[in-house]
């Protein structure tokens, strides 16, 4: 257990609509991140924040794709009218700021699939 | 952009052969991290190396960073079936956006 905790585990989807996903990183880490993992690659970031400040955003993050942590704490990605090429995992991870030496702490995932 | 390299992309070993995945950045690395993901599970963190030349030990897991802190190597002696699964390496740039390699997979024949 990595503290690190998503929701929903699993979602499908049909094409066009929205989805939304929660991460709740572990409670004194300041720094969230969030992954798309597709079969047989490695996880691809695409935007990360310090506490409430989205510092920055992937190019993969089409305008489709939203991120916020409003509080600091809490974060949730949304995709809008989604497409058959957002079915992935995407993974959330917190991490304490500070040196550059502290561990990435990954949640389970969240698994999107569009039909 | 940032990329980080990772060979080779899988691997298939007798258990009790040793194995060994590399990693190689474009861009000089503040640190390098290790995870390793089961199948249909999350990545879970290894170790993390930040000395240039660092060489870290786990039982049979022997992590090296480059001199030039762009490369780095996982090696595991006498694999065993419970070493299955896929290995990456991540390396941050500066700002602490960490990049991931694709991974090496490894499967290990009993």
């Known amino acids: 257990d990595t503290g690190v905790s998503q929701d929903p585990r699993h979602k499908i989807t049909k094409r066009g609509q929205n989805v939304t996903f929660r991460c709740d990183p572990i409670?004194?880490?300041?720094?969230l991140y969030w992954y798309r993992q597709t079969l047989g690659q490695g996880p691809e970031f695409l935007t990360y924040f310090q506490n409430e400040a989205q510092l920055e955003k992937s190019r993969l993050l089409s305008d489709r794709f939203s991120a916020e942590r409003p509080k600091g704490s809490f974060s949730t990605l949304e995709i809008q009218r989604t497409e058959q090429g957002d079915s992935a995992m995407y993974l959330c991870a917190s991490r304490l700021s500070g040196n550059s030496g502290n561990t990435i702490y990954f949640g389970e995932g969240s698994w999107l699939t569009v039909v | 952009g940032q990329q980080v390299m990772q060979i080779p992309q899988y691997q298939h070993v007798q258990e009790g052969e040793d194995f060994t995945t590399y990693c190689n950045s474009s861009?000089?690395?503040?640190?390098i991290q290790w995870y390793k993901q089961r199948p249909g599970g999350h990545p879970v963190f290894l170790i993390q190396l930040v000395k240039s030349g660092e060489v870290k030990k786990q039982k049979r897991l022997t992590f090296q960073f480059g001199e030039a802190k762009k490369n780095s190597s996982l090696h595991i002696t006498a694999t065993q079936t419970t070493d299955v699964g896929t290995y990456f390496c991540a390396g941050d740039t500066g700002g602490f956006k960490t990049i991931f390699g694709a991974g090496t997979r490894l499967f290990v024949k009993a």
């Open positions: 409670s004194e880490h300041n720094r």
């Open positions: 861009t000089t690395l503040s640190n």
